[in-house]
């Protein structure tokens, strides 16, 4: 089986602009869960999808947001981006069973100037 | 709140040597998973643990959850510079759809 994918693998923007993250899951996978990667922080959950629904969500600002399209791809957007934005941004998908085993995708890379 | 604490922070130690990694919580876990993690990618999932004291082996890798779900460890055996990366143990609550709360981590390095 593929593994989940992630577009784009490297991004730069300014602040003030806002940014569109995708992420493709594992065939037959419907959950979809995001996370922030950055030095200090560690891994951070964002939000999880499930059947086109957003089912949990960390705590993150409003800025933050997502959907999942039928097919179980989903996309993050972050508006009106700050410099604390710069991070790893992953995906990971799940078959949602009992003990959420996630597979992650490689990330992708956010820079913000 | 970090409800997961990882230790060591960082590792570096020769190849050949052994080393244990430990992730801890005052939580109760459903299920605690450890990954690796290497530059510029996405963490690995290495194994899944969900019974209490349960132990697993994975080559030269040994997993084990405490008995009341709330700690877990890593060990490695004569370790070499293939294991060199980030280690990170997750903990999952029943419930919490799709999050999993991640340790700090754990940097190893693996000098020949």
Redesign the interface.
Known sequence: KAG?TQTPRYLIKTRGQQVTLSCSPISGHR???W?QQTPGQ????L????SETQ??K?NFPGRFSGRQFSNSRSEMNVSTLELGDSALY?C?S?W?G??????????T?LTVL | TQLLEQSPQFLSIQEGENLTVYCNSSSVFSSLQWYRQEPGEGPVLLVTVVTGGEVKKLKRLTFQFGDARKDSSLHITAAQPGDTGLYLCAGFFSGNTGKLIFGQGTTLQVKP
């Not at chain 1, 560690?42 to 959950?45: M, S, T, V």
């Not at chain 1, 939000?47 to 499930?50: D, M, P």
Request: hydrophobic letters at 35%; zero cysteines.
């Open positions: 989940v959950s979809v869960s996370y560690g891994l951070q959950f939000f999880e999808y499930f089912r949990n960390g992953l990971a799940s949602a009992e003990y959420n085993e996630q597979f992650f995708g490689p990330g890379r």
